[in-house]
């Protein structure tokens, strides 16, 4: 079993849905969460950072985490094409940048 | 505007060589690192420094080598000893000696000739 998974899509959505975007992992002690977005061929973009369980909003996103099931979530509201990228979580046990671990990305494409 | 620079944008590497990329960051970040990015696969990390004239493996140093003479740069050198270099390389910084979210510049891809 891989330490953090996401679902690789492609999800496609028509403009406006609300998007899921989600991570499961299997380690207990993460505690600090990240959300990324990655265009084609740029480096990720950190959207969301959070410490421990619960949600938090920024604009039309909303990162949520629920450690007694060992899974995280990432919604776009209003979603618009400019949206379209690959959304790669992160996580960490102890906030220290080489102990992050990466989920493989889930690539969303929002149709006009 | 700050930020992390990295050049080429683009590079092919030849049989035998080696080959260096260039990340350059103007943020006043301590701590640098350099991912490996494939497709399917969560970035993976290569090497990371804290500090300047530091540096410390990471998951897949093997073929791989940095220095870290300056706050602001940390070069990845590519040997031949890497046998699958073809991947998207990125190089993030972070803040306070390693804590906190990274921030990434934006890629160099290379591929064999």
């Known amino acids: 079993q891989k330490e953090v998974e996401q679902d690789p899509g492609p999800l496609s959505v028509p403009e406006g849905a609300i998007v899921s975007l989600n991570c499961t992992y299997s380690n207990s002690a993460f505690q600090y969460f990240m959300w990324y977005r990655q265009y084609s061929r740029k480096g990720p973009e950190l959207l969301m950072y959070?410490?421990?369980?619960g949600n938090k909003e920024d604009g039309r996103f909303t990162a949520q985490v629920d450690k007694s099931s060992k899974y995280i979530s990432l919604f776009i509201r209003d979603s618009q094409p400019s949206d379209s990228a690959t959304y790669l979580c992160a996580m960490s046990l102890d906030n220290y940048g080489q102990n992050f671990v990466f989920g493989p990305g889930t690539r969303l494409s929002v149709l006009p | 505007d700050g930020g992390i620079t990295q050049s080429p944008k683009y590079l092919f590497r030849k049989e035998g060589q080696n080959v260096t990329l260039s990340c350059e960051q103007n943020l006043n970040h301590d701590a640098m690192y350099w991912y490996r990015q494939d497709p399917g696969q969560g970035l993976r990390l290569i090497y990371y420094?804290?500090?300047?004239?530091?540096?410390q493996k990471g998951d897949i140093a093997e073929g791989y080598s940095v220095s870290r003479e300056k706050k602001e740069s940390f070069p990845l050198t590519v040997t031949s000893a890497q046998k699958n270099p073809t991947a998207f390389y990125l190089c993030?910084?972070?803040?306070?000696?390693?804590?906190?979210?990274?921030?990434f510049g934006d890629g160099t891809r290379l591929s064999i000739l």
């Open positions: 959070t410490y421990s369980s």
């Open positions: 420094s804290q500090i300047v004239n530091d540096f």
């Open positions: 993030a910084s972070s803040m306070g000696r390693g804590t906190g979210p990274q921030h």
